[in-house]
């Protein structure tokens, strides 16, 4: 009976063999159409339905007296998961009784748990796989204890091997030797490497054993076709030097699948004598096979680093980099060079790559430089920025730096003046990078003075730089740069290192007399301001319609004056307002205190900004100022305040948003309200608070839209209270199918309570769903909800 | 080397060295005169055209262009121009620069690392991996060769621009930690009953279309059934490891970079499962994994068993440092910003989601679920990646793989 199985597998597998034509497999056999199958279904389902399997139709003992009944025991499955058929749990305490009473029958009593299995199509064996798979991670347990229940479960999976039993059964059994099995049973499993169908599962449990290495080679030169590959592919993962001669004789073989098999398995092994031959057949190979030969011998050299052959792994690298000069190879050029770089004495390699036109060389030269040389590096790199030129030395700057050994400082320092704007710039990154005292200074001091790009490079240096140190320093230089520009660099920097020792000098920049400085003050200060610097944001925030600020244009860098002119004066409201905004939760009362004076003269476009301020203050005296906005007399204001009131954080705001859902007579507004209590309901609170919430939203709303949403988060509150909310919205045409799969969500869990009341209500429910809804889905999800809840 | 031992000095170090590469953009990917700038447009492969197929290769960015669909479901229109049934044909043309990885997860560290030993850059759908050592081995893979690797979900590009998860981060990096006590717990949303397995799939006949010796690729050959294919794979050891795997990698690269732990690994592991079916994914109630600073990491499934509650959520503030220590920690600078695939392959940066911070945050997913299947506490050693005194379950690490596949 197995045997129309099995041919059918082998017939699969012949599909890795082919290259480019791949033949579609037979179809599988059917259940009906198997050989003798009906029979044998008919046979086992009764053995099954009776508890126990006929001896007669196994060939073998009985199981003991009680076992069938005992493993009936273990729970149905098809139950409990959303999925039909998901595995029901036992719990471990469950599983153990039957374990124990399993084991106390012994070998024999495992064998006949083995018994129970049937082929695939056979009938349902769920219960006995399920017992033996978990009762041999339980006997695996790394406990002394364990042992004798150990021995007898291998002996037991053992003898099943040289039973009669059908060979998917038997695969069945190596895929648990796979993870139970250990040197005892190697031999006994070995013998199966010569077996068509059993080849695979045997190495794979021979593999996890480990040390099996000669069964396998024994096993090579009678192996052909898909074992042979199976054969060679182990030996290769277990490393098996004695096999090195007769794999290198199948790197010749007729079979490509075999070639590349061989030669990926001398990769691993790590033999050198394997190199030159392996190279050879890489350099035959095409195409996916040849890419797995280049890959093989990388792996090779790999090895020889491993036991210290530099001398060979740096002649295969040497020998790739010369020869896979096809722009479609260059990345084995990149491994060959990568490999290179860590054995070679020089940067002759690394700098020639480095001057390469191919981008993805040149980026992997530079980060090997980096990460890959040894300890050496930095003494070769800095003998090599001696004698470099410009363009080199900028980059050779860049990976000293990237190292940060200090040993380059100096060398580094002393770049800070050199003629070629590219070097200073890269030694001003690299001093960066390595940081210190010392280099912060000398960067600092770069910035007071630089314009362009050296004063970006000094800027970002010093927002980046290491050391509590760095933020005194830059302040300092802040004090001293007489030009707009390093005053805005150096703001800037202070801010993305927030800097909130150095407060003060910061907020001092928010009275400068050029517009672009004041603007870097405030998204400074947005980033570390303290309550101690509102009134002076809140101020510029309220004149920044001041009829000065387009003369205070007049020299001020390029990119503040174009943030100025675009916006007209959006940039400095905005950067004003992202202040504030970011301030605001910090010093919330303060923060709403100094807004709400400031509305009372602002002109209507600061005003907008300072409700939406208010927003981000998010307490009481903000939220009363607020309220009071979205019933003012200026609607573009109310719609601000609406808006705001709409996104308000908490749960303080949600009575303000009923009401100004239920009196406004905007109707965005009350959208707007409407939206944000549904949000309210979704973020958190307990089951009981979010039906108050979506409740009042049910009520309140005019359209669907909002009654949709209400329902999408109403479904994740599973209670009695949610449920009876959900309810009779299957009489509203608009929103019928929403509510439906709302009430079969929240039925779902309910469904498994105990209460009568829950009970009753939740049939009531999917009842009345299983009438209302025009979803054949839905209705027959109900439906079959509903049969368990009448159970 | 695990980041939980690493001194603030060699952390640093690391920050320098990234930093650096982003200051060494090869003057080639920005073009001018006497420069060859890149390709505007990139050669890209679909492999895997299911459920996610487009989402995935929609990460690859605006500028490619899809020139070979490939999927074993596609063996009756096969052409070898436009379709393939066969990736490895795929990854012969010359023309395709990228790939994008949308298969069962069984098949996405074998893809991924063929694509990159054929010089091709990887767009992988989540989970990154099957099991432990994939990982390792698609580590050695993008690293060898030079390639550009991202995961497909973006968890820790978020948790990248959060200032409160910025400043996590440089707590725990720093080093100045005596005792972390952070617990960070995912609850829900690992659709553990969705995404479980049936117990007893019978053998149905495999449909015309489908290359299934192919479909089951490295996992054990086993007889059709619909359940096997089409997102419910899901459900079986074979191909991923249920809701966990699959949602897990979504929930845990954000924290995983917060917490710094995007380079080692948890030391212990713990499960509450159901004794676990040798084929299907199951049900487990939480898994808590403590890491060597002693911070803990909590999967709390809410769908099966009694509910976790041996701790408590517990950030990681300032408040945790002595007072010199905040100043120094708040004197760090920031990590440079995460960059995308798509400014990744341009400038030959590894992506924010590399092969290198993923795998740990896939090795996560793949310790619970071994956790769950031995339903043994585990000890893991985070520098050999193995697992301590259980040979059983470190097998689990390193499984075999069906010829000729392998790692």
Redesign the interface.
């Known amino acids: 009976m197995h045997s129309t199985f099995s041919t059918t597998i082998l017939t699969r597998r012949v599909g890795h063999f082919a290259k480019l034509s791949v033949p579609r497999p037979k179809q599988q056999p059917q259940f009906g159409k198997m050989r003798y199958g009906c029979v044998a279904a008919v046979l086992l389902c009764v053995a099954l339905v009776g508890g126990t399997l006929s001896p007669a139709a196994r060939g073998e003992d009985a199981p003991k007296t009680g076992l069938a009944a005992l493993v009936a025991t273990v729970p149905d499955a098809d139950k409990g998961g959303r999925t039909p058929g998901a595995l029901t749990a036992p719990d471990l305490d469950t599983m153990k009784k039957i374990y124990n009473e399993v084991l106390k029958g012994g070998k024999e009593n495992i064998v006949a748990l083995v018994g129970m299995l049937v082929e695939p199509g056979q009938g349902d064996d769920y219960k006995a796989r399920y017992v033996l798979h978990s009762m041999m991670t339980y006997v695996m347990r790394p406990d002394p204890e364990a042992e004798k229940d150990r021995t007898a479960l291998t002996d037991a999976l053992i003898a099943t091997l040289s039973s009669d039993r059908p060979k998917s059964v038997k695969a069945m059994v190596l895929q648990e030797l796979k993870w139970c099995g250990s040197k005892p049973q190697a031999e006994a499993i070995g013998k199966l490497l010569s077996d068509a169908d059993l080849c695979e599962p045997a190495a794979q449990a021979l593999v996890g054993i480990k040390d099996t290495a000669d069964i396998f080679r024994q096993a090579l030169p009678a192996a052909a076709g898909k074992n042979r590959v199976t054969v060679i592919q182990a030996l290769g993962v277990l490393r098996d030097t004695k096999a090195v001669d007769e794999l290198k004789k199948a790197l010749a073989d007729a079979d490509p699948v075999t070639r590349v098999a061989a030669c990926e398995a001398l990769g691993n092994i790590g033999d050198p004598a394997a190199a030159d031959a392996m190279l050879a057949a890489g350099d035959a190979a095409k195409d996916f096979d040849r890419t797995r030969m280049n890959d093989a011998v990388l792996l090779l050299a790999k090895r020889l680093i491993a036991v210290d052959n530099k001398k060979d792994a740096e002649r295969i690298y040497a020998k790739l980099w010369e020869t896979r000069t096809d722009p479609q190879e260059r990345h084995v050029r990149i491994a060959a060079l990568q490999g290179l770089a860590s054995l070679r004495t020089d940067l002759n390699d690394l700098l020639a790559a480095m001057k390469t036109d191919d981008l993805q060389i040149r980026a992997v030269a530079l980060r090997t430089a980096v990460t890959g040389l040894g300890p050496n590096g930095t003494k070769m790199l800095l003998d090599a920025l001696e004698k470099a030129a410009p363009r080199d030395r900028a980059d050779l700057l860049a990976i000293l730096g990237a190292r940060a050994d200090p040993a380059a400082m100096p060398a580094i320092l002393g770049m800070l003046k050199d003629p070629d704007e590219k070097v200073r710039i890269a030694a001003i990154q690299a001093a960066a990078v390595l940081g210190g005292e010392q280099a912060a200074q000398a960067v600092a001091a770069i910035a007071v003075a630089a314009a362009g790009k050296e004063l970006e490079a000094a800027a970002n240096g010093l927002a980046r730089m290491p050391g509590a140190e760095v933020n005194g320093i830059a302040a300092a230089a802040l004090k001293q740069a007489a030009e707009p520009a390093p005053r805005m660099a150096l703001l800037s920097a202070l801010g993305i290192r927030r800097a909130e020792d150095q407060r003060e000098p910061v907020a001092a920049g928010l009275a400068d007399k050029d517009v672009g400085v004041r603007i870097a003050a405030l998204k400074a200060l947005a980033l570390m301001a303290g309550e101690a610097q509102l009134p002076a944001m809140v101020k510029i925030l309220k004149e920044s319609m001041d009829e000065r600020a387009p003369s205070l244009l007049i020299a001020v860098p390029p990119a503040t004056v174009k943030l100025l002119t675009d916006a007209k004066d959006e940039g400095e409201r905005g950067a004003a307002e992202s202040a504030l905004v970011a301030v605001a939760p910090r010093s919330a009362d303060k923060c709403a205190g100094l807004v709400i004076a400031a509305l009372a003269d602002a002109p209507p476009e600061n005003a907008a900004a300072l409700i939406r301020v208010l927003g981000a203050a998010g307490c009481k005296k903000a939220l009363e100022a607020v309220i009071a906005q979205t019933k003012g007399a200026n609607a573009d204001l109310k719609d601000v305040a609406a808006h705001v009131l709409g996104d308000w954080r908490d749960r303080a705001g949600a009575a303000s948003m009923l009401d100004l859902a239920q009196t406004s007579a905007n109707e965005t507004h009350q959208v707007l309200a409407l939206r944000g209590l549904i949000r309210l309901a979704k973020e958190g609170g307990s089951p009981a608070e979010k039906v108050k919430l979506l409740d009042s939203v049910m009520k309140t709303a005019k359209q669907p839209a909002e009654k949709r949403s209400a329902l999408g988060v109403l479904q994740d509150v599973p209670t009695l209270e949610s449920l009876q909310l959900a309810v009779p919205c299957l009489d509203n045409d608009d929103i019928r199918e929403e509510a439906a799969e709302a009430i079969l969500k929240i039925a779902d869990p309910l469904a498994k309570q105990k209460a009568d009341n829950v009970l009753d209500a939740v049939r009531d429910a999917l009842e009345k769903v299983t009438k209302a809804t025009k979803r054949s889905n839905v209705r027959t999800a109900a439906q079959k909800l509903l049969n368990q809840v009448k159970k | 080397m695990g980041t939980d031992n690493l001194s603030r000095r060699a952390f640093?170090?690391g920050?320098?060295?990234t930093?650096?590469?982003v200051?060494?953009v090869?003057r080639?990917?920005l073009g001018g005169p006497g420069q060859?700038a890149?390709s505007d447009t990139f050669g890209a492969a679909l492999i895997g055209c299911g459920g996610r197929g487009g989402g995935t290769f929609g990460g690859l960015g605006p500028n490619v262009k899809r020139l070979a669909d490939c999927d074993v479901k596609f063996?009756?229109k096969?052409d070898?121009k436009k379709v393939y049934?066969?990736f490895?044909?795929v990854?012969?043309r010359?023309d395709i620069d990228m790939v994008a990885i949308a298969t069962p997860p069984h098949w996405h560290a074998l893809i991924s690392i063929?694509a990159?030993?054929?010089?091709k850059d990887v767009l992988c759908e989540k989970p990154m991996t099957r099991f432990i050592a994939e990982g390792r081995a698609v580590i050695e893979a993008e690293?060898?060769?030079?390639?550009v690797y991202q995961i497909g979900t973006y968890g820790r590009f978020g948790a990248s621009h959060d200032r409160n998860s910025i400043l996590t981060r440089k707590i725990i990096k720093s080093g100045l930690l005596k005792q972390c006590k952070g617990v960070h717990f995912k609850r829900g949303d690992f659709k553990v009953?969705?995404?479980?397995?049936?117990?007893?799939?019978?053998?149905?006949?495999?449909p015309?279309n489908l290359?299934?010796?192919?479909y089951c690729g490295p996992s054990?050959?086993?007889?059709?059934n619909v359940?096997r294919t089409g997102g419910?794979h899901r459900?079986y050891w074979d191909y991923e490891g249920g809701g966990l795997a699959d949602m897990g990698q979504h929930h845990w690269e954000g924290p995983c970079w917060t917490y710094g732990k995007d380079e080692t690994s948890p030391v212990e592991i713990e499960a509450y499962?159901?004794?676990?079916?040798?084929e299907?994914?199951?049900?487990w109630g939480w898994v808590e994994h403590r890491f060597a600073d002693g911070m803990t990491f909590v999967f709390a499934s809410g769908e099966?068993?009694e509910p976790y509650n041996r701790l408590q959520q517990r950030g990681v503030t300032l408040e945790d440092l002595d007072p010199d220590d905040r100043?120094?920690v708040?004197?760090?600078?920031?990590d440079p910003p995460l960059i995308s695939f798509e400014e990744a392959v341009k400038?030959?940066?590894p992506a924010g989601g590399s092969s290198w911070t993923s795998h740990r945050t896939a090795t996560l997913l793949h310790l619970s679920n071994i956790a769950i299947?031995?339903?043994?506490k585990l000890r893991y050693d985070p520098d050999k990646q193995e697992i301590v005194?259980?040979?059983?379950a470190n097998?689990?690490v390193n499984q075999?793989?069906?010829?000729?596949w392998?790692l």
């Open positions: 640093l170090t920050v320098a060295a930093a650096a590469t200051t060494i090869p080639h990917c060859t890149p063996l009756d096969a070898n049934s066969d490895r044909r990854l012969e010359k063929a990159m030993q054929a010089g690293k060898r060769y030079g390639r009953k969705e995404w479980s397995g049936k117990v007893n799939l019978q053998p149905q006949p495999i015309k290359d299934w010796d192919m054990p050959f086993k007889p059709y359940d419910r459900g499962g159901a004794p676990a079916h040798p299907a994914c199951g049900m099966w068993g100043k120094k708040l004197a760090m600078p920031d400038t030959r940066k299947r031995i339903g043994r005194g259980d040979e059983e097998r689990l075999p793989m069906r010829a000729p392998h």
